[in-house]
Each structure stands twice: as structure tokens, then as C-alpha cells.
């Protein structure tokens, strides 16, 4: 099987080895009403409301959106604005906690005996893609009509980022248990795990815990970047090309982050919520990087401050890694519920300049799609929509390999984003 | 929604740059050219100034003129102006090849818009411009011991042991007769990933095989003439040759094919500038038969048709 182009990114795991700690209770959690792709919650509590972990704060308006949920006890400050990493302004609510982290009586294990239960309960859950994506994980469970093989995402090949492997040499059980749990009730019997080469640790740990389920296997990925994008993760773990015109869930592949799976079986068991997530704090500003369990809505601030970070030399400060993370305005901004990592770096994008195309095809070379970008950012020049679907742009996954390589430093990728804002126009 | 470049993935690069590329390019060409200013002498080293430094000048005029961005850090001038200071004989006039490296610059690169727009090597266009325009200039040479003008090289007619071809004791350009050191150089450029040896060494390939068809002496027309220099340096031209794997090799076959047959049934001894551009000219339509198929993509409709015909065959 040919594998699919990629770029060796160098390796900056620093926090690979860090094991996973509580931050200390943040005094103030700001949780906004948009953490996933789609439509904003309605706040449901008012400025001096007492409310308990898990208890949901603001309700889902439609079919778009999951409930969200009170991280720590205590008593609604305020309701504000917050404007989120994507530019929208939403609703936000402002909790400041009394330090006792009451368990909302609510939070029950929920019964769990067919797909439709599975489905409600990834709903009631808040679930979200766990791994940066903020997809609705109820969506994507219901969109799957016939699920086939289920490919759980551990391949985590940003830099930086250790969340995910940390997750699976700490505690592979829950992440097991949840793909057991996910098998059971959609009745697939065949699962995946990818994992890169790069993490031994993990791929020992979880070989080890899935040793005695049937139909799960371990598939190593090459220590290539990218692995965690669906198309290249399906076609190197089942060697299944997804063809242009369909979706992975309609080929009945369903593809999960393994911490979303392990927070599906935690639920399953206790009936907690996405209340709190793990947050690799790293970047070449950070003395101490570290993996941190954090509740939602902890203010990036107090994450910089514990990883004792240089604050007045940050540039560019990530939601997510350097290759595809976003940028955050400042660092007045809270964890989400989607954010793998927070990466704190002193250069600026803005510090290299574009320079002509010198045809040196080193982007054609390190794209997974096997696209020409250098073609496709001519033809986004031109504003051209009949070349840009000519050359596929459709397919481009946003990895940013060609950027990456670029020696003229031409904002390759940044191009294609916007060309496919100009297709969506026409 | 803010949608500036500035607020999109990703946010590191590689250490990459064009400059660095250039300087490798310069790095590998150093080799070739001091043994050729050794060999020949003080002119040597006066010619390779001269057409580096009006390739410099005429970019930064150029520009500066036409209010453009200037580029000359980008080192692209300084490599056309040695790589066609190596393709010129000792002692030519500096006047002549000064007049080559502005027409190299300003005629070749900069008219299209400068590095990456061309779409002949500024170098080979301008030296088939001067064995033109300087015919008799363009085919004296020295040879490097005794120091005697000759009108002839191991192309057509001067003999030379194999030894003395590889390592460079015999009369030619002035970048171009030691065939170790071109190769040194080529190595470099190949090892550190900077250039891909695909284009030639399927140049220099195919040019061995049908000389071997010949009857020719393989060693002798590997060695003599420009073929080395051009096959590893100009035939690996980031602008003007295909960018895909398949197409560098297409483009290495013509190169190697059009060099045999102009040296064997042409009016001139050399051929590898003249197929060079030649196979410039071509790179858009190689280029275009030779695209990678992108992953998952639907058929082409030519394809789709091409399939339901077979499908009609067949029932």
C-alpha cells in the first residue's frame, strides 16, 4: 500500500512524558454558549443563580447544538459576551466558583441499550470532537446509517500536542471501554485504532488493554504529519480511499477521537458531562509544558500562569497546535470544550514575507491529496472558480503541508481556505 | 467572520527558503568553477566577475526601474550569471559576456516577471544567443597546460585520454571540463534534497544508450562538451522544467534524445543548450499530461467516457 504524502514536522513533544494533572480551581470560569460547529445555546440561568458541576447552563435551540454544562460550583457572576476563536459573538456565562465542585443531582448514569440511547445520550452529554474538530459527535453517531468499521483517532500528529497519548498510556482502559461500548450498541464489529510509530508508550498500552476484545485492532501510522485527518486516517488504517463525492459515514466509517471515546464511557458510567477536558500547554514561551485536566471555561490566562509561561513574549497564542490550531485574540480567552492544546509561541506569522513562486514543486510533493497547490493558488489569484473545482479543491484537507514547505513562504494553505469560501459564494 | 490570512493555520514554517536553495545551487556550482578559473587562469575568474556581476546589475536596474519589489537577495541572478560565466569559453571578450548575462537577466527572467516566470533557462538562451551573435569568439578555446588557443574540442576532433576528460585537462568552457567536479557538485544538490536527480540522470541516460546504439565512444561523449554541466544544472531548473516525477523524466528523455541527435546529425558540436530550451518550450504540456491524481477524485470526463466505451466493447 503507497502511503500517503506528509511532512516530517520536527519533534517538540516535550510534554510527552508529563502525566496528566488537575489545575488548580480556577476563582472564575467564563463558559461561552458556542464550543462546537453549530448554532449557539441559550443561556438558562440568570446573574446570581447558584448552580452545581454538570448542571446545564445553557439549552440546545435546535438540532445544531448541544446542551452546555456548569465546570465548577458556584454562583453565576454575570452573563457576557465572548467572542469565540471563529470571529462570532455569543452569549457567555460566568460562573465564579465557591471551591466545592457540588455534584449536580442530575448527573445519573444514563441507561444505555440501543443506538438510539447512544445517540441521546452523546446529546445530552454536550459531546463534541474532542480533538479540535467541535463536531457534534450525536451528528456524526446518527449520520453513520450503517456503521461498518469504527477508526478511533490516536494519532495525534501535531506538534507539541501529548493529550491524547498521554490519555492512552495513563488510562487505556476508559478509552477501550468506550470503543467496547460504541461496538456494542451500533453492532460494529470491526475497530481501529491508529496510532503513530512515534508513541510506543501508548501503542503498548492500549495492544495490552484491547488484548481480550474481539475485532479491535492497532494499526501504527507513520510518524507523519498529517494521520488524525479522516481521509488519511481511514485510508491508512483500512487502506479505503474515499471517494470525492461521498463521506466517510456514507461508506458506514465512523471515525472518533479516542478521547472522545473515552469520555463516552466515562459517561456511561458516571453521568457526569463535558465539564472538563485535558490541555497540553507547550510552545517555545512555556518553561514548564505541561498536560493539564481543566475544567471548561478556565480562562487561558491561569494555564499560561501555571506553565509558567513568558506571557510578554507571546505572539501567537493557539487554540490547538501550530499546524492547525486558531488563533486567540488574547489571553482573556477560556478553554473550550474542542481544545486539544494550547500553544504559546513568540514569532509572529506576520515576520515572513511572500516572495514569488519559484515552481520548485515541494508542495505538490508533500500534499496527502496529491494536489497541486501552487496551481490552485494561481487559480484563486485569477478568482477563478471553474480552475479551482478543476483542480480538486474540494479535496484539500486544510493540513497545511504546503505552507509549511513552501521556500518562498507562500501562504499556500491560507489561500485554499479562502478559495473555498469563493466557491461557496458562486 | 474575519477571514485574513494572518487568523488561518499554519502557524510554523520550515526552515526553507529561496535564498538557502540558491546558496546550495551556488555551492554545488563553486567545485566546477574554481577548477575552471584554475585551469585558465586569471581571464577565467575576470569573466565569471563580469557575468555574475551584470546578471546582479541588470536585475537590480531592471527592477528598480520598474518600481518592482527588488530580488536580488534571493541569489536567483547570481546563479545565471556563473552558470552562463561556466558555459563560455576563457577568453572571451568581457564585453561579449557582459552583453550575454544582461540578455540572460533582462530578455530571459525579468520581461516574464521575474524568478519562477520564465519559461526558457535564462543561462542556456543566453549562451545560444552568443554562439550566434559572437560565432567566432564562442568556438576558441585554451588548453589548460600549455596555454595554446585551439578551434577544436574532444567534439569535434581534438583527442583526450578518458582520465584527462573526467578531471578536466583538456580545452573547453570554462565551468564545463572537469566532468568530477560537476558531479561532485550534482551529488550535493541531490544528497541535500535540493534538486531532484531524476531529469538527469535520464538525460545523460538516454543520451548514453543511443550513442552506445551509435557506435559511438560512450566515456568520450558523456564527458565532452557542456552535456554534464547542462544535464545536471539545467535540466534540474526548478521553473523551466516539470515539477511532476514522471514529467522530470520525460523531460530528461527529450533533453538526453534532442543532445544526441543534434551533436551527431546537427551543425553544431553541442546540443545540450539547444535541448534544453527546446524541452523548456515543451514543460507546460508534460507538465499537463503528467499531473498526479489527486486522492479520491472522481474520473476525469474523458476518463469516464474512455471507461463506458470499454463497457460498450464488451457487451
Not at chain 2, 520550515?14 to 586569471?42: D, K, T
Not at chain 2, 530571459?108 to 543566453?126: C, E, L
Not at chain 2, 576558441?140 to 578536466?168: C, H, I, K
Not at chain 2, 545540450?272 to 477524485?297: C, D, W
Request: net charge positive; aromatic share 6%.
Amino acid at each position: 500500500m503507497k502511503r500517503l504524502n506528509g511532512i516530517r514536522l520536527p519533534r517538540k513533544k516535550r510534554t510527552e512524558e508529563k502525566p496528566i494533572k488537575p489545575i488548580p480551581l480556577p476563582a472564575l470560569v467564563r463558559i461561552p454558549m458556542l464550543m462546537h460547529s453549530g448554532t449557539p445555546c441559550t443561556p438558562a440561568v440568570r446573574a446570581g443563580d447558584y448552580v452545581t458541576v454538570g448542571q446545564c447552563i445553557g439549552t440546545a435551540p435546535d438540532e445544531n447544538s448541544v446542551p452546555i454544562h456548569a465546570s465548577v460550583s458556584g454562583t453565576v457572576s454575570a452573563l457576557t459576551e465572548y467572542c469565540t476563536v471563529t470571529g462570532e459573538t455569543v452569549p457567555c456565562v460566568e460562573i465564579s466558583s465557591d471551591g466545592e465542585q457540588i455534584l449536580c443531582d442530575t448527573c445519573t448514569p444514563p441507561v444505555l441499550e440501543s443506538r438510539d440511547d447512544l445517540i441521546a445520550a452523546a446529546k445530552a452529554s454536550g459531546c463534541v470532537g474532542l480533538s479540535g474538530s467541535g463536531d457534534l459527535t450525536f451528528q456524526k453517531l446518527a449520520a453513520v446509517k450503517k456503521p461498518q468499521i469504527l477508526i478511533v483517532n490516536g494519532a495525534e500528529c501535531e506538534q507539541y500536542l501529548s493529550a491524547d497519548s498521554r490519555l492512552m498510556s495513563e488510562t487505556p482502559e476508559q478509552a477501550v471501554g468506550g470503543i467496547v461500548l460504541l461496538m456494542k450498541l451500533l453492532k460494529i464489529k470491526d475497530a481501529r485504532i491508529g496510532i503513530q510509530t512515534d508513541k510506543p508508550l501508548a501503542i503498548q498500552r492500549m495492544t495490552d488493554a484491547c488484548k481480550d476484545e474481539k475485532g479491535i485492532t492497532v494499526c501504527p501510522l507513520p510518524p507523519v504529519y498529517p494521520q488524525g485527518a479522516e481521509k488519511v486516517l481511514i485510508y491508512h488504517t483500512c487502506g479505503i480511499v474515499v471517494p470525492e463525492d461521498q463521506t466517510a459515514a456514507d461508506m458506514g466509517i465512523l471515525v472518533l477521537n479516542v478521547s472522545t471515546c473515552a469520555f463516552l464511557y466515562q459517561y456511561a458510567q458516571t453521568g457526569i458531562p463535558l465539564v472538563e477536558r485535558v490541555v497540553t500547554v507547550d510552545g517555545d514561551t512555556i518553561d514548564k509544558p505541561c498536560n493539564l485536566r481543566v475544567p471548561i471555561g478556565t480562562p487561558v490566562k491561569e494555564l499560561l500562569e501555571y506553565a509558567a509561561c513568558h506571557t510578554d513574549r507571546v505572539r501567537t497564542l493557539l487554540c490547538g497546535g501550530p499546524m492547525m490550531g486558531m488563533l486567540l485574540d488574547s489571553q482573556e480567552a477560556s478553554v473550550v470544550r474542542q481544545q486539544n492544546g494550547l500553544t504559546a509561541m513568540r514569532r509572529a506569522k506576520s515576520s515572513v514575507r511572500e516572495s514569488a513562486c519559484i515552481r520548485c514543486g515541494r508542495c505538490m510533493e508533500v500534499c496527502p491529496m496529491n494536489l497541486m497547490p501552487m496551481e490552485l493558488n494561481d487559480a484563486y489569484q485569477r478568482r477563478d472558480p471553474a480552475a479551482l473545482q478543476a483542480e480538486h479543491l474540494r479535496l484539500c484537507i486544510d493540513c497545511g503541508c504546503c505552507s509549511y514547505v513552501c521556500p518562498a513562504h507562500r501562504q499556500l494553505a491560507e489561500k485554499n481556505q479562502q478559495a473555498k469560501l469563493l466557491l461557496q459564494k458562486v | 467572520m474575519k477571514h485574513s490570512t494572518e487568523t488561518v493555520s499554519p502557524y510554523i514554517r520550515s526552515s526553507a527558503s529561496v535564498q538557502r536553495i540558491m546558496l546550495c545551487v551556488l555551492a554545488a556550482l563553486a567545485p566546477a568553477a574554481l577548477a575552471g578559473c584554475m585551469n585558465f587562469g586569471f581571464h577565467a575568474v575576470l569573466l565569471l566577475a563580469v557575468t555574475v556581476s551584470t546578471a546582479l546589475a541588470s536585475e537590480l536596474f531592471f527592477r528598480a526601474f520598474f518600481r518592482k519589489r527588488q530580488s536580488i537577495h534571493d541569489l536567483s541572478a547570481t546563479v545565471t550569471g556563473l552558470l552562463l560565466g561556466m558555459t563560455l569559453p576563457p577568453d572571451l571578450p568581457l564585453w561579449e559576456a557582459a552583453i550575454g548575462s544582461v540578455f540572460a537577466i533582462v530578455a530571459v527572467k525579468q520581461v516574464f516577471g521575474g524568478i519562477g516566470k520564465n519559461f526558457a533557462n535564462p543561462a542556456a538562451t543566453a549562451n545560444i544567443l552568443m554562439t550566434v551573435l559572437f560565432m567566432k569568439d564562442m568556438t576558441v578555446w585554451r588548453l589548460p597546460m600549455t596555454g595554446e588557443a585551439v578551434t577544436q574540442t574532444t567534439l569535434n576532433g581534438a583527442s583526450a585520454t578518458y582520465w584527462d576528460l573526467f578531471l578536466g585537462n583538456t580545452a573547453g568552457n570554462i565551468g564545463e571540463n572537469s566532468a568530477l567536479c560537476i558531479l561532485l557538485g550534482a551529488l550535493f544538490l541531490w544528497l541535500t534534497r535540493t534538486a531532484s536527480p531524476i531529469a538527469p540522470l535520464s538525460c545523460l541516460g538516454s543520451f548514453a544508450l543511443l550513442t552506445a546504439i551509435g557506435g559511438y565512444d560512450v566515456p568520450a561523449q558523456l564527458l565532452s562538451g557542456t552535456l554534464m554541466l547542462g544535464a545536471c544544472f539545467m535540466t534540474a531548473d526548478y521553473t523551466t522544467a516539470p515539477v511532476t516525477r514522471s514529467g522530470k523524466c520525460i523531460f530528461g528523455l527529450g533533453c538526453g534524445v534532442l543532445t544526441f541527435l543534434i551533436r551527431h546529425f546537427g551543425g553544431y558540436p553541442e546540443g545540450i543548450l539547444f535541448a534544453v530550451v527546446i524541452m523548456n518550450l515543451l514543460t507546460p504540456y508534460i507538465e499537463k499530461l503528467t499531473r498526479p491524481q489527486p486522492f479520491g477524485a472522481a474520473d476525469s470526463p474523458q476518463k469516464q467516457k474512455k471507461r463506458r466505451k470499454k463497457k460498450r466493447a464488451a457487451v
